[in-house]
């Protein structure tokens, strides 16, 4: 597999069009099963996390279907508007970051913001983020406003830095967490328990903040991150 | 002074606000002398760094004058609607730009120390060799150094951390950090910063990350240090 540095594609994007190469090839016919995504890793010499953007982005262009624990399978190939859909939505034409890649770059800077704002939050600012909590308690996994709430408490964090740099930099990371690629891969891994362990992620946050707490308020960010990493690796919910 | 959470707007602009009052009210009229740095922070109760961006702030805006070593100057209230330097939401200050770069460029340049491709480092020593052939009072010497964080934050191989680097330049590109650049540019301090960035490259090259993340970091507090050093005489 060649490297293509010079149009700055991103891996999951190669990968994703090496299988819709597969399945237009007739390797992979319509109606059958992919390969598990261990074996597509070994055999594409990626990680298991890239090979998992890359099934979410077929998923999203309506290339396969992905059944939960049962597999991926190969749909047939749309016939209308089909290159159209291959080009994920972005404001740029390059294919957005994959979620992963997105974690891994709010777990750079969100520790830190969060430790920030443990010294910096003023009174209404903490009332704020006890609003968006309190919001997200009220949310049920199934309510499509928890990405809002959960948004509102982390950009909240950032502009109680008091820093504007960072502010802003949050609201980029965001833009990417809102896309459809983020979006259907955390629908597939979304349960009422999943949620409910986030909204206590997020009170830890809160109370070391309120504390005024910062090693701590570092700590259970990071944390946070980790454990939304963890949830997105994991196997495949049942059906 | 109260805080303004609500509308969460910039320090610097809260301060720029308060001295254009103070002109306006007749405290400070025109061509006098605005208080010491050091004194307005005080009064003021912020950090001096706050004060500067406040008074480049107020510069690009028309309403003072900064000459170097001999002060900052109240000039006539230009008849024309001064208008502020951004829209209702302020660009971030210089100040804050670098702090936050500065929690996230030596993690940049660590990554891009294990992850860059030959090509990647070639983009990058390009953008190297171009601000070395740059002199100080080249307006391209932005547009060089742009390249070379941007070439690293390719190499990181992260596309999300492209964008939030991508993010943070922003600012930098505007009119209240290029003032305030502006105040404090030289040929021996452009000189300083190229030898900073051939370091940052150095340690990339050699593939080693904590050697890449120090030298990023000493470049970005070396980068602040000379903001907020002395005003250059006039």
């Not at chain 1, 998923?59 to 159209?84: H, Q, S, Y």
């Not at chain 2, 254009?20 to 003021?44: H, K, M, N, T, Y």
């Not at chain 2, 983009?123 to 740059?134: H, K, N, P, W, Y």
Request: with cysteine.
């Amino acid at each position: 597999m060649p490297i293509e540095s010079v149009d700055n594609r991103r891996l999951y994007r190669l990968i994703a069009e090496q299988i819709s190469r597969l399945i237009e090839s007739g390797e992979y016919k319509p109606g059958s099963r992919l390969p598990p995504e261990r074996t597509l890793a070994v055999q594409l010499s990626v990680s298991r996390p890239t090979v998992r953007e890359a099934l979410i982005a077929l998923e999203v262009e309506g290339w396969v279907d992905i059944r939960g624990g049962t597999g991926v399978f190969v749909l047939e190939r749309p016939v209308a508007d089909a290159e159209t859909v291959a080009v994920p939505q972005s404001t740029s034409n390059l294919p957005p970051p994959g979620p992963f890649e997105v974690l891994y770059a709010r777990d750079l800077i969100e520790p830190d913001v969060a430790a920030l704002a443990a010294k910096n939050a003023t009174p209404e600012q903490i009332a704020a983020m006890a609003q968006a909590l309190g919001d997200m308690v009220c949310c049920s996994a199934s309510d499509p406003m928890n990405v809002e709430y959960d948004r509102r408490f982390h950009q909240l964090l950032a502009d109680a830095t008091g820093n504007g740099a960072l502010s802003q930099t949050v609201q980029t990371l965001w833009a990417m967490r809102t896309d459809p690629l983020y979006l259907r891969l955390q629908d597939h891994f979304h349960n009422e328990a999943i949620w409910q362990r986030a909204i206590i992620e997020h009170r830890e946050i809160f109370e070391a903040i309120k504390h005024g707490d910062a090693k701590a308020a570092r700590a259970v960010m990071h944390k946070h991150l980790k454990n939304i990493k963890m949830r997105f690796v994991s196997s495949w919910q049942g059906e | 002074m109260p805080i303004e959470s609500i509308d969460n707007r910039r320090l610097y602009r809260q301060i720029a606000d308060q001295i254009s009052r103070l002109i306006d009210s007749g405290e400070c009229p025109p061509g006098s002398r605005l208080p010491a740095e050091r004194v307005l922070a005080e009064q003021l109760n912020v950090s001096r760094p706050t004060v500067r961006e406040a008074l480049i702030a107020l510069e690009v805006e028309g309403r003072v004058e900064i000459r170097g070593g001999a002060g900052v100057f109240v000039l006539e209230r230009a008849e024309a609607a001064t208008s502020p330097v951004s829209g209702s939401v302020p660009v971030p200050g210089p100040f804050e730009v670098l702090f936050a770069r500065d929690l996230i460029e030596p993690d940049v340049a660590a990554l891009a120390a294990k992850n860059a491709t030959p090509g990647q480092l070639a983009d990058i020593s390009t953008a190297l060799g171009e601000m070395v052939c740059c002199s100080a009072n080249d307006p391209m010497h932005v547009e060089f150094d742009r390249r070379f964080h941007f070439g690293l934050a390719e190499a990181s191989g992260n596309s999300a951390l492209v964008l939030a680097i991508q993010a943070l330049w922003t600012p930098r590109e505007q009119a209240l950090y290029m003032r305030l650049e502006n105040h404090f540019h030289t040929e021996a301090v452009w000189q300083r910063s190229i030898i900073e960035h051939r370091e940052i490259l150095e340690a990339i090259k050699r593939q080693d990350p904590k050697a890449a993340r120090a030298a990023m970091h000493r470049h970005l507090k070396q980068a602040e240090m000379r903001f907020a050093s002395s005003w250059k005489e006039e």
